[in-house]
């Protein structure tokens, strides 16, 4: 399938990118679970023109309206890889579908889901990871384990087969699409079908307890819980993230590289709706302008 513009997330800064695109008529496609937006489940308060406590879910259900109306098609699935292909990009999603775009909106918010386990706090960056792309160097001809029971998790654990000397895969309730789950198991990932329990070492990680109280030896732990973040999306299109995993934008929330923007929490503080939503705007006319090869 092929768009102009693609844009991965579908929360305020998403979708505003996805409107603002819609309207300088050229093709968009969003992906992403609306319900998985930092704005679900939450009320907005100061926000311009909003008075009382609107609800965070009937703005996110009345911005995917709006895009619609304009012309967006929603995949309600996560990005599994993007990359660099000729003049453009292709984008993968979960069900093993592709798709061809002349631009890249990243607005997939920052949060990294954790486990809250004893442990993970104490050795993050000592052998805790949450983006197996970012660090996956630092892992070769060692035994790792990925958490994690969704596509992203599955994903990951197929890429450190590739490094890893041996990967464990924990998962004790697979979400993961059968495609993504079998790529893993295919690869030789080893599948534990139970939970962490804590994370145990002295100055780095060295095992892993599972909740069925055996302990497996491990030299790292990359914590894959939800879709593929800002930072792991970046790498894949060329973009180096920042040190906090945010990704550096200009004034047209365009990056290093062409064709690709960012808006939103990805950009950095402040997280507030209104900074997602004005850079939404700018990257998702910036987006189309690319798409339709126009330069100021």
Same mark, same amino acid.
């Given at each position: 399938?092929? $768009? #102009?513009? =693609? ?5 305020? !800064? %998403?979708?505003?990118a ?25 009320? /907005? ?10 609800? %965070?879910?009937?703005? *996110?259900? @009345? ?27 292709? *984008?993968?999603?979960?069900d093993? =579908?592709? $798709? ?14 954790k486990?809250? /386990? ?11 990871? $949450? ?12 035994? /790792? ?8 998790? !599955?994903v ?7 490094? =890893?000397?041996?990967? $464990?895969?924990?998962?004790?309730? *697979? ?21 962490? #329990? ?15 109280g ?39 929330c365009?990056?290093? /590289?062409? %064709?690709?923007?960012?808006? &939103? ?8 709706? @209104?900074? !997602? ?8 006319? &910036?987006? @189309? ?6 330069t100021?």
């Amino acid at each position: 399938m092929q $768009y #102009d513009v =693609a844009v991965i997330g579908a929360g305020p !800064a %998403g979708l505003q990118a996805a409107i603002h695109a819609s309207r300088k008529k050229v093709s968009v496609v969003v992906f992403g679970k609306p319900s998985n937006s930092a704005m679900s489940g939450t009320h /907005v308060e100061n926000y311009f023109a909003v008075t009382g406590n609107a609800d %965070g879910d009937d703005m *996110i259900s @009345a911005g995917l309206s709006q895009a619609k109306e304009f012309g967006c098609d929603l995949v309600e699935l996560n990005v599994t890889s993007a990359e660099p292909s000729g003049t453009g990009f292709i *984008i993968r999603t979960e069900d093993d =579908a592709s $798709y061809e775009v002349k631009s890249v909106v990243i607005a997939t918010g920052i949060s990294r889901k954790k486990l809250g /386990v004893p442990g993970e706090k104490e050795f993050f960056g000592k052998g805790v990871s $949450y983006c197996a792309v970012c660090d996956c160097n630092f892992y070769r001809g060692r035994v /790792v384990a990925v958490v994690g029971n969704d596509t992203e998790a !599955a994903v990951s654990a197929e890429v450190m087969t590739h490094y =890893a000397s041996k990967t $464990y895969w924990v998962a004790d309730d *697979i979400g993961a699409s059968d495609i993504a789950k079998n790529k893993a198991l295919d690869a030789g990932a080893v599948l534990l079908t139970s939970q962490v #329990d804590r994370i145990e070492g002295e100055a780095r990680v060295a095992r892993i307890v599972l909740k069925d109280g055996s302990s497996v030896d491990v030299d790292g732990v990359f914590i894959e819980l939800g879709a593929k973040s800002a930072a792991d999306l970046a790498l894949d299109l060329g973009v180096m993230p920042e040190m906090d995993d945010t990704i550096k934008v200009g004034r047209d929330c365009g990056t290093e /590289v062409p %064709g690709v923007f960012a808006c &939103g929490d990805v950009t950095g503080k402040p997280w507030q709706v @209104a900074k !997602a939503v004005g850079e939404g705007c700018v990257a998702g006319m &910036g987006a @189309a302008d690319h798409a339709k090869g126009v330069t100021e």
